[in-house]
């Protein structure tokens, strides 16, 4: 008598190996009971750059320039970044980068300066801020503003 691990496959069938169909039944796992509504929070979807440009409506350098500034969380892979599509959704429906936020006038209070200021702190880069329409209309976040504080304190 033969066992069924001897069994012979038949002819234009393969056969799987138990591991191999265990891990095709396998599904991924519910989102928490929070998040039930949210859709496509898994498996997480990351773009590239090009990707992220086409779904943002901008050129792909100008996406760059945002990675750089800080403006845009990324992962970085060798040479190519890659963007969370969560990411890229939060700057099409112009939310703000977590946390709290600060306007121009708030940082000029804080800073003792003019408003004027405090854009060309953002216009040559020493602050970063997310642009929100107008020309001085920009908030920048709480940990920017004191990441600016301490490197001018040193």
Known sequence: MSSSADAVPAAGRLELSPASAMARQRQPPAPPSGLAGDVGWWPPVFLTVT??????????SAVLRMLHAGKLRSVRLGRSYRIPEAEVHRIVAGQPRGG???????????????????????????????????????????????????????
Do not use: D
């Open 51 to 60: 990707e992220a440009a086409a779904k943002l409506s901008r050129h792909r």
């Open 100 to 154: 709290q936020t600060l306007t121009v006038e708030e940082c000029a209070r804080i800073l003792r300066c003019s408003p004027a200021t405090v854009c060309s702190l953002l216009h040559y880069g020493h602050l970063v801020g997310e642009r929100n329409g107008a020309q001085s209309s920009y908030r920048i976040s709480v940990t920017e503003f004191q990441r600016f504080i301490s490197n001018v304190t040193r």
